[in-house]
């Protein structure tokens, strides 16, 4: 499902609300999110799972074009972890 998918199907639930309304709640959540990861916080949403960021430390990587050693700095990335609820549901039959 990609973003204008997401708009469409709040849309429909939600027959009340004009398209830009439902647009800034899609922007606002997704902006809390993606800031709250980024002060090194955790995002839990029962039912669905939880963000957060783990580390990556520096290591040695190659230039694939030329072959040569490159250091590549250590880094934040997000993590998601499905709640129970989730996993359930991917694997019911």
Same mark, same amino acid.
């Given at each position: 499902m990609?973003?204008s998918?997401l708009?469409?199907?709040?849309?429909?639930?939600?027959? !009340?609300?004009r398209a830009?309304?439902i647009?800034?709640v899609?922007?606002?959540?997704?902006?809390?999110?993606?800031?709250?990861l980024a002060d090194?916080g955790?995002?839990?949403?029962r !039912?669905?799972?939880?963000?957060?960021?783990r580390?990556?430390?520096?290591?040695?990587g190659?230039n694939?074009?030329?072959?040569?050693?490159?250091?590549?700095? !250590?880094?934040?990335?997000?993590?998601?972890?499905?709640?129970?609820?989730?996993?359930?549901?991917?694997?019911?039959?």
């Amino acid at each position: 499902m990609i973003r204008s998918e997401l708009l469409q199907a709040l849309s429909k639930e939600s027959p !009340g609300l004009r398209a830009e309304e439902i647009e800034r709640v899609v922007d606002v959540f997704f902006d809390e999110i993606a800031a709250r990861l980024a002060d090194g916080g955790r995002v839990e949403l029962r !039912g669905f799972g939880a963000f957060s960021t783990r580390e990556r430390d520096a290591r040695k990587g190659r230039n694939p074009r030329t072959g040569e050693s490159v250091d590549v700095p !250590g880094k934040r990335v997000p993590y998601f972890k499905p709640g129970k609820e989730m996993r359930v549901r991917l694997n019911a039959e």
